[in-house]
């Protein structure tokens, strides 16, 4: 039987809906792993459905570490709805601090690049996990850094 407390807990690492995470849970039967990662191959499998999609809206983040390295990013999603939600906000200030910290060379391999929170994740997979979530098409548009001095 799924408890309230594995939901929540759930709920708490994947962002997931709860009738997603009792999916989930049901289907692990009760293995808390298992779920997490049926949730995130979902969430992949949603992202791929949506890809076609156009991204009209979104925003720009802009990062500047220790006065030296500056970033400005255009992350984009379908709807302005979409674009103030934390999640969406926290993915582009994640992305904008890959930036500054790797130096990516364009967007193509920014996607192929290991997520410096979390080497397990690319970036690309960050932001399919988070098309899951939100359930809207998200691409990462164009980024500038400026280094201090180059």
Known sequence: MITID???KLREKTSA??????KALEEAKGDEKKAEELIKQWASQKAEKKAGRETSAG????YVHAGKVGVLVEVLCETDF???TDN???LAHEIALQIASMNPKDVNSLMKQEYIRDPKL???????ETI????????????????LGE
């Open 59 to 62: 925003l720009v983040e802009s």
């Open 17 to 22: 809906g709860v009738m997603d995470c009792r």
């Open 6 to 8: 594995q939901l929540k």
């Open 82 to 84: 979409v674009a103030r």
């Open 132 to 147: 899951g979530k939100l359930g809207e098409n998200i691409r990462i548009g164009k980024f500038a850094r400026i280094r």
């Open 122 to 128: 690319t970036i690309e997979k960050l932001v399919k």
């Open 88 to 90: 969406f906000k926290n």
